[in-house]
């Protein structure tokens, strides 16, 4: 059973940054593709990045292709979600997820088993 804590949510203003951590447990860490979702209220959980297993390969959604980076610590069992030019529209809960990676696509949630409880983001305008 793997085991996700996210931390590093906070307020920031718009243009900030701000970089989320994802600490796992209880798995081998190295063979999970771990993601980043986000949820905003009244909308759906939505796809954010992914660092498929090892970090061999990285995807993110168009809406925060180049301000977000995805990164992984295999000594730290760890993911991170860096932030930068942060816009209100950014603002939600950002969950991580862990599923093993048996390839194809990584943006559905429903291919993840393992979540975490999330950390709220917010971005002031």
């Known amino acids: 059973q793997v085991q996700l804590v996210e931390s590093g949510g906070g307020l920031v203003p718009a243009g900030g940054s701000l970089r989320l951590s994802c600490a796992a447990s209880?798995?081998?860490?190295?063979?999970?593709?771990m993601g980043w979702f986000r949820q905003a209220p009244g909308k759906e959980r939505e796809f954010v990045a992914v660092?498929?297993?090892?970090?061999?390969?990285?995807y993110y959604a168009d809406s925060v292709k180049g301000r977000f980076t995805i990164s992984r610590d295999s000594t730290k069992n760890t993911v991170y979600l860096q932030m930068n030019s942060l816009k209100p529209e950014d603002t939600a809960v950002y969950s991580c997820?862990?599923?093993?990676?048996?390839?194809?696509?990584?943006?559905?949630?429903?291919?993840?088993?393992?979540w975490g409880q999330g950390t709220q983001v917010t971005v002031s305008s």
């Open positions: 997820a862990a599923r093993i990676d048996y390839g194809g696509t990584y943006f559905a949630t429903s291919q993840y088993q393992y």
């Open positions: 209880g798995g081998a860490f190295s063979n999970y593709a």
């Open positions: 660092s498929s297993s090892h970090g061999y390969r990285t």
